[in-house]
Nanobody, 116 residues
């Protein structure tokens, strides 16, 4: 059983930055991949980015060039650095153990709100 806990959300003005963290209860390196998804009310969860154990990375087109995913195995944590935020990035952000198709484990989510 893996538990994922997100943190780092908040309220920021358009153009600003936030860094989200996803901490695993066990070793983050035991997960083959860790991803970020986001969801608005009444919408499906949308893929944002993933990072694999071999270091390969992919992003959704909507965030390429603005978001950066990284991980710190020593801290069992995956980060999502979000720059040049837009109001359309407002969502609840979740981490997961899948890639572009979600895996089994979800965190509780962290709210990101970008004001115009």
């Amino acid at each position: 059983q893996v538990q994922l806990v997100e943190s780092g959300g908040g309220l920021v003005q358009a153009g600003g930055s936030l860094r989200l963290s996803c901490q695993a209860s066990g070793s983050i390196s035991s997960l083959k991949v860790v991803s970020w998804y986001r969801q608005s009310q009444n919408d499906e969860r949308e893929f944002v980015a993933f990072i694999k154990n071999d270091g390969s990375i992919d992003y959704a087109d909507a965030v390429k060039g603005r978001f950066t995913i990284s991980k710190d195995n020593a801290k069992d944590t995956v980060f999502l650095q979000m720059n040049r935020l837009k109001p359309s990035d407002t969502d609840v952000y979740y981490c997961n153990d899948g890639k572009t198709v979600p895996g089994r484990y979800w965190g509780q989510g962290t709210q990101v709100t970008v004001s115009s």
